[in-house]
């Protein structure tokens, strides 16, 4: 069973930045790739972020690019998302989860709170 943590979250002013951690217990951790979704209250799950499990390839969503960053340390088993230019709209539960080895992502991790104030 592989266990996801993600850390990180909490309360920040629009304009500021925050950075997520998400530890796996997933050993070689590098075979995976990772994501990042997230979750406001009354909307569905949305994709935010993902990182290849060498590190060389990232992708975003259009409402973050340029503003969000995903990178992984693989050596300390963590995937990391920096947020900066934060704004009312990110405002929700962020997981983190790992791909699979076919497709989708199989597991997830409970998730931590942001929340933006205006």
């Known amino acids: 069973q592989v266990q996801l943590v993600e850390s990180g979250g909490g309360l920040v002013q629009a304009g500021g930045s925050l950075r997520l951690s998400c530890a796996a217990s997933e050993r070689p951790f590098s075979n995976y790739a990772m994501g990042w979704f997230r979750q406001a209250t009354g909307k569905e799950r949305e994709f935010v972020a993902a990182i290849t499990g060498s590190g060389g390839n990232t992708y975003y969503a259009d409402s973050v690019k340029g503003r969000f960053t995903t990178s992984r340390d693989n050596a300390k088993n963590t995937v990391y998302l920096q947020m900066n230019a934060l704004t009312s709209e990110d405002t929700a539960v962020y997981y983190c989860?790992?791909?699979?080895?076919?497709?989708?992502?199989?597991?997830w991790g409970k998730g931590t709170l942001v929340t933006v104030s205006s």
């Open positions: 989860a790992k791909g699979s080895a076919s497709d989708g992502m199989d597991y």
